[in-house]
């Protein structure tokens, strides 16, 4: 049987025996591997939260300066405090992600930010 997009599934006879389209196979179902989405490029994929420091964090911080008021005060230092803490989480809610944590830069935010401040340079 295929499903939506292609995917194929074995299918029970009613007696439980092979289907007469499949005779020769057992009639359960076969999970398909799964396959990694790559990230968007110019997006490095990671989830970061307070305690984490390094180029990624720089990059949230900047980012994170090009929306008004979100981290007032905030600087580019690299390290993922409470005050980057509550930047993030107010971002969030200002702008309505759902799908992270708050306060934590995971995929949903990170897709909002960078869609709503371009390259970094």
Do not use: C
């Not at 009613?14 to 289907?19: E, I, K, S, V």
């Not at 300066?65 to 405090?81: A, C, F, H, S, W």
């Not at 989480?89 to 995971?106: H, K, M, N, P, S």
């Amino acid at each position: 049987m295929l499903l939506p997009g292609g995917a194929a599934i074995n299918v029970a006879s009613p007696g439980g025996g092979p289907t007469a389209s499949d005779p020769g196979r057992s009639p359960t179902a076969s999970a398909a591997p799964t396959t990694a989405v790559p990230a968007p490029p110019g997006s490095q994929a990671g989830v970061l939260s307070q305690g984490d420091s390094g180029p990624q964090v720089s990059e949230l911080q900047t980012r994170l300066l090009k929306i008004p008021d979100v981290y007032r005060d905030g600087q580019v230092n690299g390290r993922y405090d409470q005050t980057l803490t509550e930047a993030v989480a107010r971002f969030q809610l200002w702008y309505g992600i759902r799908g992270d944590e708050d306060g934590v830069y995971g995929d949903a935010t990170r897709r909002d930010l960078e869609s709503r401040t371009g390259a970094i340079t």
